[in-house]
């Protein structure tokens, strides 16, 4: 990492309206674009008078929608104003952008005035020398904290909690309580709960803030608390937490290690990203992207992607393999050929809608052991009902152009055998890899696109030697 030897005059803003007009909370484009302009013309004063008044979530979106390149000159010419609050707002890969240009020095004095949780999320993505090099400038009471939480296991519990908490013995009076909190030196920045703890420091019991200030000083914790902490375990997998939260409308939840001692806590508002970042890895997944890589470096890109496409050239050729056993049915009747990737096109577009559904129910909890059976005959069902109406429509066009009607039946048969079995394996194949440990958002369409494509091109060119041959 380069260090930043200097840092401009900060200037006043100038007159602009940067937020969207159409939505109130974005960037405009137009503004965004001045912006690129000025750091384009390298006009440091522009740049920096138009982005220094931003909010700091403001400022993140800009980081998100520029290159690289200018977010290392953008960030040199706010290295003396960044703020902290902007550094965790933003995408991991711009983030790793900036720290790679405000240097291990500054970077690690803005990652101590951060919580726990967010040093650590910026920390995880980084590579273990730039990592280490942070590490090693950090004041020692907060690489202390740093250190423990990156060893929990990527995306738990023990990655998503903050170590500051409020915890009083559960003996306490609403009195004793308020006095503790109006003497601390040091309380959280934002807490809606406080929790009762035994003497062994386990959780047992909680109390929203705002439900203690309204009762009388001589009240007793054990009286208002509610006894069920929905306490989660440190190796808590997020989506785990996610649940929890939803589930019982939750806005803070202590966290817990192998002896049942209160470490820690997880507010809401990590939750909600913890949840936009399930639902952007669950749709980058099922197109074939590991991450999102739209602001990037192109080999990063190309990196992140090429896996996948690999895989995808040795399940074309499979499918290429079935059509090759079909060479003279295709040699004598042309019309195959016209109409063959009609159906699998209609199987992969039925299995899709199946999956998509299905990874969706498996992560909110919906899809389960007891119900998941049902699910499966529904979508083989669901798939023979539209396999048959759009078949019939498909038959009726293909008879209308090739004035067969073999040939139509043909269509028809093959249409409701595909989409049923592509309804079928939409469904079963989720849950499948969901039962063996394997995240169905990342492989589920691999395996859809090669049962759709070999069962469609089978059946259609099977039932056509068959009955046309």
Same mark, same amino acid.
């Given at each position: 990492?380069?260090?930043?030897?200097?840092?401009? #005059?900060?200037?006043?803003?100038?007159?602009?309206?940067?937020?969207?007009?159409?939505?109130?909370?974005?960037?405009?484009?137009?503004?965004?674009?001045?912006?690129?302009?000025?750091?384009?013309?390298?006009?440091?004063?522009?740049?920096?008078?138009?982005?220094?008044?931003?909010?700091?979530?403001?400022?993140? #979106?800009?980081?998100?929608?520029?290159?690289?390149?200018?977010?290392?000159?953008?960030?040199?010419?706010? &290295?003396?104003?960044?703020?902290?609050?902007?550094?965790?707002?933003?995408?991991?890969?711009?983030?790793?952008?900036?720290?790679?240009?405000?240097?291990?020095?500054?970077?690690?004095?803005?990652?101590?005035? /951060?919580?726990?949780?967010?040093?650590?999320?910026?920390? #995880?993505?980084?590579?273990?020398? %730039?990592?280490?090099?942070?590490?090693?400038?950090?004041?020692?009471?907060?690489?202390?904290?740093?250190?423990?939480?990156?060893?929990?296991?990527?995306?738990?519990?023990?990655?998503? /909690?903050?170590?500051?908490?409020?915890?009083?013995?559960? &003996?306490?009076?609403?009195?004793?309580?308020?006095?503790?909190?109006?003497?601390?030196?040091?309380?959280?920045?934002?807490?809606?709960?406080?929790?009762?703890?035994?003497?062994?420091?386990?959780?047992?019991?909680?109390?929203?803030?705002?439900?203690?200030?309204?009762?009388?000083?001589?009240?007793?914790?054990?009286?208002?608390?509610?006894? &069920?902490?929905?306490?989660?375990?440190?190796?808590?997998?997020?989506?785990?937490?996610?649940?929890?939260?939803?589930?019982?409308?939750?806005?803070?939840?202590?966290?817990?290690?192998?002896?049942?001692?209160?470490?820690?806590?997880?507010?809401?508002?990590?939750?909600?990203?913890?949840?936009?970042?399930?639902?952007?890895?669950?749709?980058?997944?099922?197109?074939?992207?590991?991450?999102?890589?739209?602001?990037?470096?192109?080999?990063? %890109?190309?990196? %992140?992607?090429?896996?996948?496409?690999?895989?995808?050239?040795?399940?074309? +050729?499979?499918?290429?393999?079935?059509?090759?056993?079909?060479?003279?049915?295709? #040699?004598?009747?042309?019309?195959?050929?016209?109409?063959?990737?009609?159906?699998?096109?209609?199987?992969?577009?039925?299995?899709?809608?199946?999956?998509?559904?299905?990874?969706?129910?498996?992560?909110?909890?919906?899809?389960? &052991?007891?119900?998941?059976?049902?699910?499966?005959?529904?979508?083989?069902?669901?798939?023979?009902?539209?396999?048959?109406?759009?078949?019939?429509?498909?038959?009726?066009?293909?008879?209308?152009?090739?004035?067969?009607?073999?040939?139509?039946?043909?269509?028809? /048969?093959?249409?409701?055998?595909?989409?049923?079995?592509?309804?079928?394996?939409?469904?079963?194949?989720?849950?499948?890899?969901?039962?063996?440990?394997?995240?169905? +958002?990342?492989?589920?369409?691999?395996?859809?696109?090669?049962?759709?494509?070999? /069962?469609?091109?089978?059946?259609?060119?099977?039932?056509?030697?068959?009955?046309?041959?």
């Amino acid at each position: 990492m380069s260090d930043i030897s200097h840092a401009p #005059e900060k200037l006043s803003a100038p007159e602009f309206a940067p937020l969207d007009p159409d939505t109130g909370f974005s960037l405009s484009p137009e503004f965004v674009a001045e912006v690129v302009d000025a750091i384009g013309a390298e006009d440091r004063a522009t740049a920096r008078a138009l982005v220094y008044p931003l909010p700091a979530p403001d400022q993140a #979106e800009l980081f998100d929608q520029i290159t690289p390149d200018e977010r290392h000159f953008l960030t040199e010419i706010l &290295s003396d104003a960044f703020d902290s609050e902007t550094l965790a707002e933003m995408s991991p890969e711009a983030a790793e952008d900036v720290l790679e240009a405000l240097g291990a020095e500054k970077s690690a004095e803005m990652l101590a005035e /951060m919580e726990t949780d967010d040093a650590v999320h910026i920390l #995880e993505d980084l590579a273990p020398e %730039a990592q280490q090099e942070i590490l090693d400038v950090l004041p020692a009471d907060v690489r202390d904290e740093v250190v423990e939480s990156l060893t929990y296991p990527l995306e738990s519990a023990g990655r998503l /909690m903050r170590n500051t908490l409020v915890a009083v013995p559960e &003996s306490w009076s609403v009195g004793d309580t308020i006095d503790y909190l109006r003497a601390a030196e040091e309380l959280p920045e934002h807490f809606y709960v406080l929790y009762a703890v035994d003497g062994q420091f386990h959780p047992t019991g909680r109390i929203l803030l705002g439900q203690m200030l309204a009762q009388k000083r001589e009240v007793k914790l054990q009286s208002i608390m509610n006894g &069920s902490t929905y306490s989660v375990h440190t190796h808590t997998d997020q989506e785990e937490v996610a649940h929890l939260f939803r589930k019982y409308a939750l806005v803070e939840a202590p966290v817990v290690n192998d002896a049942g001692r209160l470490v820690g806590t997880i507010t809401v508002d990590d939750v909600v990203d913890v949840i936009q970042e399930e639902e952007d890895e669950d749709y980058l997944r099922a197109g074939g992207v590991s991450t999102q890589d739209f602001g990037a470096r192109i080999l990063d %890109a190309v990196k %992140a992607r090429f896996g996948w496409l690999f895989l995808n050239v040795w399940t074309a +050729a499979l499918a290429a393999l079935v059509i090759s056993q079909f060479e003279d049915s295709i #040699e004598k009747i042309v019309a195959l050929a016209v109409v063959m990737p009609i159906v699998s096109a209609m199987g992969g577009n039925t299995g899709t809608q199946a999956v998509t559904v299905a990874v969706r129910a498996i992560a909110t909890k919906h899809l389960t &052991s007891a119900n998941r059976w049902s699910y499966v005959r529904k979508e083989a069902l669901i798939g023979f009902i539209n396999g048959s109406a759009l078949g019939l429509i498909m038959a009726i066009g293909a008879y209308l152009w090739f004035r067969e009607v073999p040939f139509a039946g043909v269509l028809f /048969m093959a249409a409701v055998i595909t989409m049923s079995i592509a309804g079928l394996f939409g469904a079963l194949i989720p849950i499948m890899l969901d039962r063996r440990g394997i995240d169905p +958002a990342i492989s589920s369409s691999i395996f859809l696109t090669t049962v759709t494509d070999c /069962m469609g091109f089978f059946s259609f060119l099977g039932l056509a030697t068959l009955i046309l041959l």
